[in-house]
């Protein structure tokens, strides 16, 4: 029985947790705001974002950091904590910058054409971070990326109503920019490689048949592919003068130059 690579299962595991940090922390710093506000009885709702009024400004960076109450936030808590952890292990290299542009554009866009009313809460944070994550998984056509797509719009596939004026005290606007800042996201970033390679087996078997029909060779007749596997039985023992006709082979090879053939190379101890 062979023993598992742990040299490939070690790194793995260790970027599984390590993108859990960051979302980890986000979350835990809406908790604490919250707690903290609750506990000394802060009204931190004045702080929230107030359409067309220059004092409502402050709330497009602050807005996501103020919840109503604990309902609120735990609803936003939990979707934050897995599509942000989807988004930093599957797309290291764009997730700060995919981060920051969905808080700002929904902000702006939120303070430029929403009710006046106060809006609160990182609801448009979670939507524009489920628009990334599919549209990115459709635009890329990677089937890893689109199970990720799949797997937010079955998670998160009830979020579409919340981009509808249903409920009086739902900010439908946050919900409905912060996708549109996801797709956006996603399209300026499309060519950012994310951190997940497709397997390329199948492609690599058909890349020597095409060199050959690059560089002007007969291709062979096509065909199927075999493999043949080579298995040594251990208790196999080598004969002298077998192994001694081997060495004077190679010894006279490596002699004469003109004699050796590229395409089968003696292999061998010599």
């Known amino acids: 029985m062979q023993a598992p690579d742990h040299t490939i299962a070690d790194p793995q595991r260790r970027r599984i947790l390590t993108a859990a940090i960051l979302p980890a922390l986000a979350v835990l710093l809406l908790w604490m705001v919250h707690l903290v506000a609750e506990a000394y009885d802060l009204d931190l709702a004045r702080f929230g974002l107030w359409?067309?009024?220059?004092?409502?400004?402050?709330?497009?960076?602050?807005?996501?950091?103020?919840?109503?109450?604990?309902?609120?936030?735990?609803?936003?808590?939990?979707?934050?904590?897995?599509?942000g952890w989807c988004l930093v292990y599957f797309y290291p290299r764009a997730a700060g910058r995919v981060t920051l542009g969905i808080w700002v554009l929904t902000g702006l866009w939120v303070w430029i054409s929403a009710r006046a009313d106060r809006h609160i809460g990182a609801s448009g944070v979670v939507y524009g971070l489920a628009a990334f994550l599919f549209?990115?998984?459709?635009?890329?056509?990677?089937?890893?990326?689109?199970?990720?797509?799949?797997?937010?719009?079955?998670?998160?596939?009830?979020?579409?109503?919340?981009?509808?004026?249903?409920?009086?005290?739902?900010?439908?606007?946050?919900?409905?920019?912060?996708?549109?800042?996801?797709?956006?996201?996603?399209?300026?970033?499309?060519?950012?490689?994310?951190a997940f390679l497709p397997d390329r087996t199948a492609e690599s078997l058909e890349e020597?048949?095409?060199?050959?029909?690059?560089?002007?060779?007969?291709?062979?007749?096509?065909?199927?592919?075999?493999?043949?596997?080579?298995?040594?039985?251990?208790?196999?023992?080598?004969?002298?003068?077998?192994?001694?006709?081997?060495r004077e082979l190679g010894r006279r090879t490596e002699l004469d130059d003109r004699r050796t053939d590229s395409t089968w190379p003696i292999e061998g101890p010599y």
């Open 51 to 83: 359409p067309r009024h220059a004092e409502g400004l402050p709330g497009i960076l602050l807005a996501p950091f103020i919840h109503g109450d604990l309902e609120h936030l735990f609803n936003n808590s939990v979707p934050l904590f897995v599509l």
């Open 208 to 246: 020597p048949e095409d060199a050959d029909a690059a560089e002007g060779h007969d291709a062979a007749p096509a065909g199927p592919r075999i493999r043949i596997v080579y298995q040594a039985d251990p208790g196999d023992e080598v004969d002298d003068e077998e192994m001694r006709w081997k």
């Open 135 to 194: 549209a990115s998984g459709v635009l890329r056509r990677q089937r890893a990326l689109m199970a990720i797509a799949m797997l937010v719009v079955f998670l998160y596939g009830g979020l579409i109503w919340g981009v509808f004026p249903i409920a009086p005290r739902m900010s439908w606007e946050s919900h409905l920019w912060g996708g549109l800042a996801g797709l956006a996201m996603a399209i300026v970033y499309r060519k950012v490689p994310p």
